[in-house]
């Protein structure tokens, strides 16, 4: 997802995997430990297919993804990643975005499910939204303003992750993405002509940035 607010403070109200910690760097520690990797474009094959789920935890093969995926995403200046962006078949996500209440998220869940919202409760904002994978265009989606999302975490440990306002629209982007669906996806088809079209005309500017942003943090 390319939704993401500047997060230069180090000691901005932060939580990580859903719990508050007192302070956090300015990049995640998976960020200095991981390396870029290529993020995948609208029309490739893995992003419309459904991820198959995480079965094995607590490897380094694993935690190795998640600080990769990280620092693609620092790099790419996303608020969240799923693995089939890097081209890689899992039903995993990783964010780092700050809400509108000034609230830094940070983690990754694996096997990620939704909770339903019965059709009193829900509320739909449309705000705009990107994504990674389709560089360049933002557009108007209606998403709801709260979202609850249930999985395991890299060692396998329960994880249940609850967003309001932009981190809520992150959550339910990221599980569209493992569920071979993107935000265009959501849009008329007029609409969805037009956001394919600005993306031809501005993705060699936005791949040419990822590149600089990686020059400078040395990836």
Same mark, same amino acid.
């Given at each position: 997802?390319?939704?993401?607010?500047?997060?230069?403070?180090?000691?901005?109200?932060?939580?990580?995997?859903?719990?508050?910690?007192?302070?956090?760097?300015?990049?995640?520690?998976?960020?200095?430990?991981?390396?870029?990797?290529?993020?995948?474009?609208?029309?490739?094959?893995?992003?419309?297919?459904?991820?198959?789920?995480?079965?094995?935890?607590?490897?380094?093969?694993?935690?190795?993804?998640?600080?990769?995926?990280?620092?693609?995403?620092?790099?790419?200046?996303?608020?969240?990643?799923?693995?089939?962006?890097?081209?890689?078949?899992?039903?995993?996500?990783?964010?780092?975005?700050?809400?509108?209440?000034?609230?830094?998220?940070?983690?990754?869940?694996?096997?990620?499910?939704?909770?339903?919202?019965?059709?009193?409760?829900?509320?739909?904002?449309?705000?705009?939204?990107?994504?990674?994978?389709?560089?360049?265009?933002?557009?108007?989606?209606?998403? /709801? +303003? #709260?979202?609850?999302? &249930?999985? *395991?975490?890299?060692?396998?440990?329960?994880?249940?992750?609850?967003?309001?306002?932009? =981190?809520?629209?992150?959550?339910?982007?990221?599980?569209?993405?493992?569920?071979?669906?993107?935000? /265009? +996806? #959501?849009?008329?088809? &007029?609409? *969805?002509?037009?956001?394919?079209?600005?993306?031809?005309?501005?993705?060699?500017?936005? =791949?040419?940035?990822?590149?600089?942003?990686?020059?400078?943090?040395?990836?």
């Amino acid at each position: 997802m390319a939704v993401r607010f500047d997060d230069t403070s180090e000691d901005r109200r932060v939580r990580v995997q859903g719990e508050p910690v007192e302070s956090y760097p300015r990049y995640a520690p998976e960020v200095e430990r991981g390396e870029v990797r290529r993020i995948t474009v609208v029309g490739e094959d893995i992003l419309n297919r459904r991820c198959r789920e995480v079965t094995e935890f607590g490897t380094p093969e694993l935690s190795k993804l998640i600080d990769d995926m990280f620092a693609t995403n620092q790099v790419a200046d996303g608020a969240g990643l799923a693995a089939n962006q890097v081209d890689v078949d899992l039903q995993l996500f990783i964010w780092d975005i700050t809400d509108e209440w000034g609230v830094r998220h940070v983690g990754h869940i694996a096997n990620p499910v939704l909770d339903e919202v019965e059709a009193s409760e829900r509320t739909l904002i449309e705000e705009t939204e990107g994504c990674l994978s389709v560089p360049g265009p933002y557009r108007m989606v209606p998403r /709801l +303003d #709260r979202a609850v999302v &249930r999985g *395991r975490d890299k060692d396998g440990n329960p994880l249940v992750i609850e967003g309001r306002g932009y =981190f809520a629209r992150c959550l339910q982007h990221e599980t569209d993405h493992l569920h071979g669906s993107l935000y /265009l +996806d #959501r849009l008329a088809k &007029r609409e *969805r002509k037009s956001a394919l079209r600005e993306m031809e005309e501005a993705k060699e500017k936005m =791949f040419a940035r990822r590149a600089a942003n990686a020059a400078k943090l040395g990836k």
